[in-house]
């Protein structure tokens, strides 16, 4: 059996919506592994500390993971050039902790309404996000 691990820079280098891409590939039953770090669409894969550039597209991707029951490997795949390797996998793990935990507090019901029946749920959805930013 052949399954990929995408990676979140080689997918924004891609021009790629990340959540959209992983989703693909594990609408497939083909998503053997994640790859996390940051990355400026196009450029040069740079590996920067998850959650640097692209913090929605981050967490959602988390979220999308989450709400396809996603049980695989998490792995950093980051270049830590100013600080120690232990303390960039520390910042790594804290800041998807924070992601999965106010992803955690997202009220999950209300936005499979909206998205199940967008026609009576018109802007929920946003200020549901909205809201959860305080």
């Keep these: 059996m052949v399954v990929m691990q995408p990676e979140i820079g080689h997918v924004r280098m891609g021009f790629e919506d990340t959540p959209y891409a992983f989703a693909r590939v594990a609408r497939e039953g083909r998503l053997g592994n994640t790859h996390w770090n940051s990355q ?66 997202l009220p999950h019901d209300r936005i499979l309404e909206c998205y199940f029946d967008p026609a009576n749920h018109r802007g929920e959805l946003e200020l549901i996000l909205a809201e959860a930013r305080k």
């Design 40 to 105: 400026p669409l196009g450029n040069y894969d740079q590996d920067l500390n998850v959650g640097v550039v692209g913090w929605e597209q981050t967490e959602a991707l988390l979220y999308a993971l989450k709400m396809i029951g996603y049980q695989g490997y998490f792995c950093f795949d980051i270049n830590p050039e100013r600080m120690p390797v232990e303390k960039a996998v520390e910042i790594n793990c804290r800041v998807l902790k924070i992601m999965n935990d106010r992803i955690n507090r």
